[in-house]
């Protein structure tokens, strides 16, 4: 499976490495331009996506046909959003929905 990273600022970042998911998600401590600019994304090829912001996690899936919003985690430790990123990358969805997601409404 195809897993590409979105940065702060929209652009696409095909290297899905340990070190380059942490610097991205370590990018969003910075507060400068964080309200136009304050989330960093995971994203496959069949829609998934783990939106990263400061406070919290969304997961959805943003494909037009199978639109699905999971849910979302708040206060979530840099070590559990690597490992949330990781799951993604790997394709690992039946464990990812495991985590615990909040609906909204």
């Keep these: 499976m195809t897993a590409w990273l979105t940065d702060r600022w929209g652009a696409d970042v095909d290297d899905t490495d340990p070190a380059t998911v942490a610097?991205?998600?370590?990018?969003?401590?910075?507060?400068?331009?964080?309200?136009?600019?304050?989330?960093?994304?995971?994203?496959?090829?069949?829609?998934?996506?783990?939106?990263?912001?400061?406070?919290?996690?969304?997961?959805?899936?943003?494909?037009?046909?199978?639109?699905?919003?999971?849910?979302?985690?708040s206060d979530v430790s840099r070590d559990d959003r690597l490992r949330l990123a990781r799951l993604l990358i790997d394709g690992d969805l039946d464990t990812l929905r495991e985590q615990g997601w909040q609906s909204e409404g």
Excluded: K
């Design 23 to 73: 610097r991205l998600l370590d990018s969003l401590v910075d507060d400068a331009d964080a309200d136009e600019h304050g989330s960093v994304s995971v994203a496959d090829e069949d829609g998934w996506n783990l939106e990263f912001y400061r406070d919290h996690v969304l997961f959805e899936n943003v494909e037009r046909e199978t639109q699905e919003r999971v849910g979302t985690l």
